[in-house]
């Protein structure tokens, strides 16, 4: 559903202690997001996006270091990195992260011990110091993108706004349409 709506980035996030579940997943779900030109990004585990051929691994804070993640990928692979404060954002920058994700910008339920709340005021801070792709995270949802986006955001992760809705499609297309009509303003966009 969300290949045929265009979107073209999608991140295997599986808390699971179990390497062969996510492997398996990861190699079910890679060849069908690249076979339709996405990007397939792997949660955490820099073994399991190698082993599959992804396009790269996002680290948490708590994940193997950026430039070991790095050592072992290659240049070639992207690598993101989650940041709750601009500290964490310039940090993974000056690491030679190709992106972040930060947040979470609203409340959220997708983590058991989320991190503090930073709002659309701290992402406007770390947009404003930190040149490389942002990736909003955290209770976003088609009512919010839009502020989330004008903010400085490049894209915005989702997982409740569209899976836990009841027509996971209609959300989607919503949540699409907010996101393309208002893109982060050019001075903002941190693509150079």
């Given at each position: 559903?969300?290949?045929?709506?265009?979107?073209?980035?999608?991140?295997?996030?599986?808390?699971?202690?179990e390497?062969?579940?996510?492997?398996?997943?990861?190699?079910?779900?890679?060849?069908?997001?690249q076979?339709?030109?996405?990007?397939?990004?792997?949660?955490d585990?820099?073994?399991?996006?190698?082993?599959?051929?992804?396009?790269?691994?996002?680290?948490?804070?708590?994940?193997?270091?950026?430039?070991?993640?790095?050592?072992?990928l290659?240049?070639?692979?992207?690598?993101?990195?989650?940041?709750?404060?601009?500290?964490?954002?310039l940090?993974?920058?000056?690491?030679?992260?190709?992106?972040?994700?930060?947040?979470?910008?609203?409340?959220?339920?997708?983590?058991e011990?989320?991190?503090?709340?930073?709002?659309?005021?701290?992402l406007?801070?770390?947009?404003?110091?930190?040149?490389?792709?942002?990736?909003?995270i955290?209770?976003?949802?088609?009512?919010?993108?839009?502020?989330?986006?004008?903010?400085?955001?490049?894209?915005?992760?989702?997982?409740?706004?569209?899976?836990?809705?009841?027509?996971?499609?209609?959300?989607?297309?919503?949540?699409?349409?907010?996101?393309?009509?208002n893109?982060?303003?050019?001075?903002?966009?941190?693509?150079?």
């Amino acid at each position: 559903m969300a290949l045929a709506a265009k979107v073209r980035t999608f991140q295997l996030r599986m808390k699971t202690p179990e390497t062969g579940a996510f492997y398996e997943m990861a190699s079910a779900l890679c060849p069908l997001v690249q076979g339709d030109g996405g990007i397939f990004i792997v949660n955490d585990r820099c073994d399991v996006a190698l082993a599959v051929g992804a396009d790269g691994v996002h680290l948490g804070q708590e994940d193997l270091p950026l430039a070991d993640a790095r050592a072992f990928l290659g240049r070639e692979k992207r690598i993101g990195v989650s940041t709750h404060n601009l500290t964490q954002a310039l940090e993974a920058e000056a690491g030679g992260a190709d992106y972040i994700g930060f947040g979470p910008i609203f409340p959220t339920t997708t983590k058991e011990k989320p991190d503090t709340v930073v709002g659309v005021a701290g992402l406007r801070e770390v947009r404003a110091r930190v040149r490389i792709p942002i990736v909003a995270i955290g209770g976003i949802t088609p009512r919010n993108a839009a502020e989330v986006m004008t903010a400085g955001a490049d894209a915005v992760a989702v997982v409740s706004a569209v899976l836990a809705a009841p027509d996971p499609q209609a959300a989607l297309m919503e949540l699409l349409k907010v996101v393309r009509l208002n893109p982060s303003p050019p001075e903002g966009r941190g693509l150079g």
